[in-house]
C-alpha cells in the first residue's frame, strides 16, 4: 500500500494522456521506485478522473 498525493496524480496522467503508458511508468518511477505492478498502478492512476462538480481539496 502506498500513497499518490495531487502532483503525482496529476504528473502520471499528464504523462499517460500525451505520451502513453511506457511514459507513465517511468512518470510514476520518479516519484517512487518500485519493481512490481508499476504499468497496473500507472493504468489505474490514469482511470482516476475528478467529477467536474468537486471542489479542490
Given at each position: 500500500m502506498f500513497v499518490v498525493d495531487?502532483?503525482?496524480t496529476e504528473a502520471v496522467q499528464?504523462?499517460?494522456?500525451e505520451r502513453g503508458e511506457w511514459p507513465a511508468v517511468a512518470e510514476l518511477r520518479?516519484?517512487?521506485p518500485m519493481a512490481d505492478n508499476a504499468l497496473r498502478t500507472v493504468r489505474t492512476i490514469a482511470s482516476w478522473r475528478r467529477s467536474p462538480d468537486a471542489s479542490p481539496a
Open positions: 495531487e502532483a503525482m499528464r504523462a499517460f494522456d520518479r516519484y517512487m
